[in-house]
T-cell receptor, first 112, second 114 residues
Framework: SQQGEEDPQALSIQEGENATMNCSYK?????LQWYRQNSGRGLVHLIL?????REKHSGRLRVTLDTSKKSSSLLITASRAADTASYFC????????????FGKGTKLTVNP | GAGVSQSPSNKVTEKGKDVELRCDPI?????LYWYRQSLGQGLEFLIY????????KSGLPSDRFSAERTGGSVSTLTIQRTQQEDSAVYLC????????????FGQGTRLTVV
């Protein structure tokens, strides 16, 4: 079963606007990662936030983590047409299997 | 190699035939994952390797699916007696260590069962 659930499922914005995607998860985690996928093929790692961190930045990306609410958000500022892709959160769970569990993703479209 | 390599990139097979999908992880990466993605859907976990052993194979959909990893490197995912519902993109990823590190993905194998 899916651990992470992203919302919205789809998001369409204009170039220059900010895009916010959310991820909720169910069990305790060691870390949460965000990935990007173009054209339904390989995923590219964007950013990792550990369970003891609350916020992390990387370029135009800002990720927050609220372990009390079991949720995370990914903010892309000043979006560009090239940011059009699907974005997935993935969680590494505490204990048990070391597998990374992915959500269903948010499909972002940035219109020029 | 420079990245995770998967072969073939595309495979069309007839229903009932067996297929083998190959994954070459990044050299030195001990963890290796297989995922399946149907059109427009999320990633479905299949199996995870640490070295040559598979501590978690809970995502394999049926006993028609099996995977092995040899020499702590190359992995093969085998699907026997393929069915149309097996059609999907099969993605492989590797990482240096399972916990708290990023996974590097291959470009996937698009499997079509006709």
């Amino acid at each position: 079963s899916q651990q992470g659930e992203e919302d919205p499922q789809a998001l369409s914005i204009q170039e220059g606007e900010n895009a916010t995607m959310n991820c909720s998860y169910k069990t305790s985690i060691n870390n949460l990662q965000w990935y990007r996928q173009n054209s339904g093929r390989g995923l590219v790692h964007l950013i990792l936030i550990r369970s003891n961190e609350r916020e992390k930045h990387s370029g135009r990306l800002r990720v927050t983590l609220d372990t009390s609410k079991k949720s995370s958000s990914l903010l892309i500022t000043a979006s560009r047409a090239a940011d059009t892709a699907s974005y997935f959160c993935a969680t590494g769970t505490q204990g048990g299997s070391e597998k990374l569990v992915f959500g269903k993703g948010t499909k972002l479209t940035v219109n020029p | 190699g420079a990245g995770v390599s998967q072969s073939p990139s595309n495979k069309v097979t007839e229903k009932g035939k067996d297929v083998e999908l190959r994954c070459d992880p990044i050299s030195g990466h001990t963890a290796l994952y297989w995922y399946r993605q149907s059109l427009g859907q999320g990633l479905e976990f299949l199996i995870y390797f640490q070295g040559n052993s598979a501590p978690d194979k809970s995502g394999l959909p049926s006993d028609r699916f099996s995977a092995e990893r040899t020499g702590g490197s190359v992995s093969t995912l085998t699907i026997q007696r393929t069915q149309q519902e097996d059609s999907a993109v099969y993605l492989c990823a590797s990482s240096l260590a399972p916990k708290g590190t990023e996974a590097f993905f291959g470009q996937g194998t698009r499997l079509t069962v006709v």
